[in-house]
Each structure stands twice: as structure tokens, then as C-alpha cells.
Nanobody, 127 residues
Framework: QVQLVESGGGLVQPGGSLRLSCAAS????????IGWFRQAPGKEREGVSC????????YYADSVKGRFTISRDNAKNTVYLQMNSLKPEDTAVYYCATVVGSYYYTGDSPCSPFGSWGQGTQVTVSS
């Protein structure tokens, strides 16, 4: 079965860190750009960060720039999102997805998700 599975979420205090994982099964991530997206209660889903398939170029939303780092380990068929200096407004369900136009995505602009969503992983930032 072809799918992406998110993990690594949890409850953390403001200023804390979490590392999310996006593991692929049933296909090889090497040729796909991957994006992280999040949806907070009562809000629309928004893009957080994207990474290209070719050279690992990255894009970050302004709200997370300087705090979050996206990376990929093709040998492990996994993409990560390291989240530091977390804020209460980062509270959301986080999802990963392949990107529209994966092969051509260069990391210099927001990416759009392609395909169906997984179950996501809940991140709660609260004291």
C-alpha cells in the first residue's frame, strides 16, 4: 500500500522542541518533493515547509522560518521536520504529503499537496 505515515507529535511546553517523521511505504521517496502542512482547530490547512527531490532545496512559511528545519534521508525513505522554539500557535495536526509537480519543484516557493491525507500527528504546545 502506497502511503505516508506521520509520527513524532506530542505535548511540549513553549520553547521546547519536537522532531516529526514522515515515513513512506510502498514507494521510494527519492523522486518526490515532500511538504509538511498543518491544520489548527477552526482554521484552514496551511503549508509549513517543503523540500525538493533533486538537491534538497527548502522552503519555509514565514511563521516558522528560523525555528523549523526540514530534511530528508532517502536511505531511510523518511522526511523530517525539526521544530524548535515552539509556540502555542504551532499547535495543530501536522501532515506530510507529496507535492504537485514533484519532479520540477525547486524549493523557491510554497508547495501544494498532492494525493490523499494521512492521519497526521498532533502537536500541542502548552504550559
Amino acid at each position: 500500500q502506497v502511503q505516508l505515515v506521520e509520527s513524532g507529535g506530542g505535548l511540549v511546553q513553549p520553547g521546547g522542541s519536537l522532531r516529526l517523521s514522515c515515513a513512506a511505504s510502498g514507494f521510494t521517496l527519492d523522486y518526490y518533493a515532500i511538504g509538511w502542512f498543518r491544520q489548527a482547530p477552526g482554521k484552514e490547512r496551511e503549508g509549513v515547509s517543503c523540500i525538493s527531490s533533486s538537491d534538497g532545496s527548502t522552503y519555509y512559511a514565514d511563521s516558522v522560518k528560523g525555528r523549523f528545519t526540514i530534511s530528508r534521508d532517502n536511505a531511510k525513505n523518511t522526511v523530517y521536520l525539526q521544530m524548535n522554539s515552539l509556540k502555542p500557535e504551532d499547535t495543530a495536526v501536522y501532515y506530510c504529503a507529496t507535492v504537485v509537480g514533484s519532479y520540477y519543484y525547486t524549493g523557491d516557493s510554497p508547495c501544494s499537496p498532492f494525493g490523499s491525507w494521512g492521519q497526521g500527528t498532533q502537536v500541542t504546545v502548552s504550559s
